[in-house]
């Protein structure tokens, strides 16, 4: 989106709306964001800080205000760099350490997020809750910023932004023994901590000898890509994966570059994989195994 700065969005999602007030102390933030508007999402449920909404966001940024996350009000509108998250919070979150960047506030009471995060914690990886982000009024988009990339990571960021990976939704469909859950969860963890590795590669550019870098990043991705073809047959992400992996192994592609497309690839193939996972009621399943457990150890 071009023309002034951002001073509210609004956040569609499962026929409600949403106004968030914009603050002024993330423009940088703010700006990479404007360039996505309007954005599609899919939310997510947490499985850690408890008490948010989020959503995968296509922008890599870095921490701008430096906000501790536990410090974030209910109502808080915030990015989460590592994490590369855009979320919404409702009450106190559980114990987690991080720093983010504060966007904003709900400008409305939290109780309807609340209830659409019940919703969600309960319904999600039986469907997938779409909505949108938007400025009111905005009638342009900016043009994406070029880049020197090579077009086959160009294909496969627009191809995996578009839509779930068909080798993701067919596993969801195996009756093999332990799937889709096996695997499923193998595959999300994988590509969790992959994204997570690639961050902290990105956050010691400059200090660590770009051989170093491209090395440690290709031999992280190549063993995660093994791990998607061999042990959850995963093809069509695994090859993704593969052909990062070759490119870190050319000199002749801009490092930090490579690095934020690869951090898009990857941390969208992972919330692709989180999406499809009842992670709620593998909970309860877990409580009640770990219930029955204690008893029969008494």
């Not at 914690?121 to 990339?149: C, D, M, N, V, W």
């Amino acid at each position: 989106m071009s023309g002034p700065a951002l001073t509210q969005l609004q956040f569609d999602v499962d026929g409600q709306s949403f106004p968030i007030v914009l603050g002024t102390d993330a423009p940088r933030t703010l700006g990479a964001l404007a360039r996505y508007l309007p954005l599609p999402l899919q939310l997510h449920t947490p499985k850690i800080a408890g008490s948010h909404i989020y959503w995968h966001a296509p922008l890599i940024e870095d921490v701008e205000g430096e906000t501790a996350v536990l410090d974030a009000p209910p109502g808080a509108f915030i990015y989460w760099p590592v994490r590369q998250f855009l979320e919404i919070t409702f009450a106190p979150l559980q114990a987690e350490t991080a720093s983010v960047t504060v966007l904003g506030h709900l400008d409305a009471p939290v109780d309807g997020i609340a209830a659409l995060a019940g919703r969600l914690k309960r319904e999600q990886g039986q469907r997938i809750f779409r909505g949108q982000l938007s400025a009111p009024g905005a009638t342009t988009l900016a043009s994406p910023a070029k880049t020197s990339l090579p077009p086959e990571i160009a294909a496969v960021s627009a191809r995996v932004w578009q839509a779930c990976p068909a080798d993701l939704r067919e596993l969801t469909a195996s009756r093999a023994i332990m799937h889709p859950a096996g695997p499923a969860l193998l595959a999300e963890s994988e590509l969790r901590v992959l994204h997570e590795v690639l961050w902290t590669l990105r956050a010691s550019l400059g200090e660590t000898p770009q051989e170093m870098t491209r090395h440690t990043a290709a031999l992280n991705i190549n063993r995660a890509g093994g791990r998607l073809r061999d042990f959850c047959h995963l093809g069509e992400s695994a090859e993704a994966l593969t052909m990062l992996g070759r490119c870190f192994e050319r000199d002749n592609i801009a490092l930090d570059t490579l690095i934020d497309e690869s951090i898009r690839i990857i941390g969208r193939l992972s919330a692709w994989a989180d999406l499809l996972i009842p992670w709620n009621d593998l909970n309860d399943a877990f409580r009640i195994a770990a219930t029955q457990m204690e008893k029969a150890e008494q």
